[in-house]
């Protein structure tokens, strides 16, 4: 028999956070969780986020999730939990396991179906966790006699599924003491069925035997699955030319010889979608066929060339292996690849040229979005964590070439506006020696920008890059043009700093770490964006703010190819 120990409910929930890597807790306080958040505040080891707002909250555990594996944020019942519902179905559309924690009302009042604050006023509990169903790997609402399996169950699913996970905790058993096994929580995926497994492999390396142009296409799952170094042995192996998709940039190191550059459908560029087009055999390494990620669905791969790996499910052109996860497979793959099929990766440029870039941006001073990407790649350490917000910044970034070991950021999928800002908070903290890059656009910035007090707070030194181009530049691009909806009030966003309090003593004495500030320029030219960044680059444990001004309509050539697909 398992041993066994005696542990509060509250603290039982912490211990299982910090258990799978999580050292911050993100969310805003409410008198349903206030006992719950006693417990966090009184271990040494957690940090309360203290953030702005519940959605901001979400978002920055989805930031958080992305660096360290895991995520989790705390609210209040229904006004709170119901704020940060945006965040968590994002979490949920882009394959991020947070563990969301609800304080809800106690035992006693729910089973008098009490009329109290937060609830609709008709005595029903249950309504809010029953919208979360739609939007979690699993939810519970906690039991004085099953809290143990409950709490396992939840956050060994979200881990196990990636996706969000939900815990309502009446508040009047936070600190009952129940008795729990002492063993890890178990989130390990099934092992792949041996006949089913062999079955594909034999008919992936037969393919692989026959193919004359094979190559690999490294998407989103590999990350999610936490397979980079999977996925970087099957690359080095094979010699295969590799290629990304959107939703993946940072999935390979993009100084392999055999690296070849981002696909996306039409809007990718020419060298590269004709590169992928002529290939009679594609590894699909965790792919994810969303509008953003395929140029507006215009890749239009042929099957019969594809062999899928996926988390689940591996499929062979038309066959379908179930349950075979590429987390066994693809290191079998790796192991067993047949030798007559492996290429030199070093000679690959001879028989493809050079790989595919940006074009030059011209000669000038003015501040162009084709400028920024082109000149920005010479200020990233390796390292870093590049953050860009929906829209041009990160339909920009697509043919950017990023150092060793970066972590790329951006929301394709799920596309809310304004998730960046948080979620710049959420990854700084999650991992403090890695530099941070936000790319955000100045409308996004409007709805999320309290969270820059937060990493004020907090201590966090990201370069925070706003692209101020006076409105909603995608929308435009897309529709209404010169459409009032799409302009909003100018800010002095220069100034954030300022109006976010970086100058009163308090702010200074309360904060978990101490905080400098750096630049805080608004940028016309090109000659003063690359001082402020020199500047930048030279104080990592400083805070920066550059407001970068470019004209009105002016995007990077990514994004006008990617409208020009748009079905809307």
């Known amino acids: 028999m398992a041993p066994t120990k005696k542990i509060s409910i509250g603290h039982y929930i912490l211990e299982r956070l910090k258990e799978v890597g999580i050292d911050t807790v993100f969310g805003v306080p409410g008198d349903y969780n206030l006992k719950f958040l006693d417990l966090l505040e009184d271990d040494k080891d957690l940090t309360w986020g203290n953030n702005a707002n519940e959605l901001n909250a979400a978002y920055a555990a989805d930031g958080y999730a992305r660096v360290r594996g895991a995520g989790a944020l705390l609210t209040t019942f229904g006004v709170g939990e119901l704020s940060?519902?945006?965040?968590?179905a994002g979490a949920y559309a882009e394959m991020l396991p947070v563990i969301h924690l609800v304080g809800t009302p106690s035992t006693g009042a729910i089973a008098k179906g009490s009329l109290l604050h937060h609830t609709l006023g008709n005595g029903d509990f249950s309504v809010f966790m029953n919208m979360y169903a739609n939007i979690t790997a699993a939810s519970v609402h906690l039991s004085l006699t099953n809290a143990p399996r409950q709490i396992d169950?939840?956050?060994?699913?979200?881990?196990r599924r990636r996706r969000p996970g939900y815990i309502g905790i009446p508040s009047d058993i936070v600190y009952n003491e129940i008795e729990v096994e002492t063993g890890k929580l178990d989130y390990s995926i099934p092992r792949n069925?041996?006949?089913?497994?062999?079955a594909a492999l034999k008919a992936i390396i037969e393919a692989i035997k026959c193919a004359k142009n094979p190559i690999i296409l490294a998407d989103a799952c590999v990350l999610r699955s936490n397979m980079k170094k999977e996925a970087a042995e099957l690359v080095k192996v094979s010699g295969f030319p590799v290629y990304v998709a959107p939703m993946s940039i940072d999935v390979v190191d993009h100084d392999l010889p055999n690296y070849r550059g981002c696909y996306s459908g039409a809007s990718s560029l020419p060298q590269i979608k004709d590169e992928v087009h002529k290939a009679d055999l594609i590894l699909e390494l965790g792919s994810e066929r969303t509008d953003v990620n395929t140029g507006g669905f215009t890749s239009k791969l042929?099957?019969?060339?594809i062999i899928e790996f996926h988390t689940f499910v591996t499929r062979v052109f038309h066959s379908t292996y179930e349950d075979v996860s590429m987390h066994e497979l693809l290191p079998l793959l790796s192991k067993h690849f047949p030798t007559s099929a492996k290429r030199d990766a070093n000679a690959i440029v001879q028989s493809l040229g050079p790989r595919a870039r940006r074009a030059k941006t011209p000669d000038g001073d003015t501040m162009l979005q084709d400028y920024f990407w082109n000149k920005v790649t010479e200020y990233l350490p390796e390292r870093s964590i590049i953050i860009t917000e929906t829209g041009t910044p990160s339909i920009g970034a697509f043919n950017v070439d990023i150092p060793k070991e970066c972590i790329f950021i951006s929301q394709l999928l799920w596309g809310s506006i304004g998730y960046t800002v948080p979620s710049t908070l959420g990854a700084a903290m999650a991992d403090r020696s890695r530099r941070v890059f936000l790319m955000v656009g100045d409308g996004s910035f409007q709805l999320t920008a309290q969270e820059v007090s937060v990493m004020l707070h907090h201590g966090v030194c990201p370069i925070i890059l706003l692209f101020n181009n006076?409105?909603?530049l995608i929308e435009k691009l897309i529709h209404g043009r010169n459409r009032k909806y799409n302009d909003f009030q100018m800010w002095e966003y220069a100034k954030t700093f300022d109006y976010f309090?970086?100058?009163?003593?308090?702010?200074?004495?309360r904060a978990t770490h101490p905080f400098k500030i750096g630049v805080r320029s608004k940028i016309n030219t090109r000659k003063e964006f690359e001082a402020a960044m020199?500047?930048?680059?030279?104080?990592?444990?400083?805070i920066h703010f550059l407001e970068m001004i470019f004209p009105s309509y002016d995007a990077p050539e990514e994004a006008l190819s990617q409208i020009a697909s748009y079905d809307g």
């Not at 069925?193 to 062999?198: A, G, K, L």
């Not at 020199?534 to 104080?539: E, F, M």
């Open 534 to 542: 020199d500047q930048a680059i030279s104080q990592p444990d400083h």
């Open 470 to 472: 006076d409105g909603y």
């Open 302 to 305: 042929d099957v019969s060339k």
């Open 153 to 159: 169950h939840v956050i060994s699913e979200s881990l």
């Open 84 to 88: 940060a519902t945006n965040g968590i």
């Open 501 to 509: 309090g970086a100058n009163i003593k308090i702010n200074q004495d």
């Open 193 to 198: 069925p041996p006949d089913t497994q062999e």
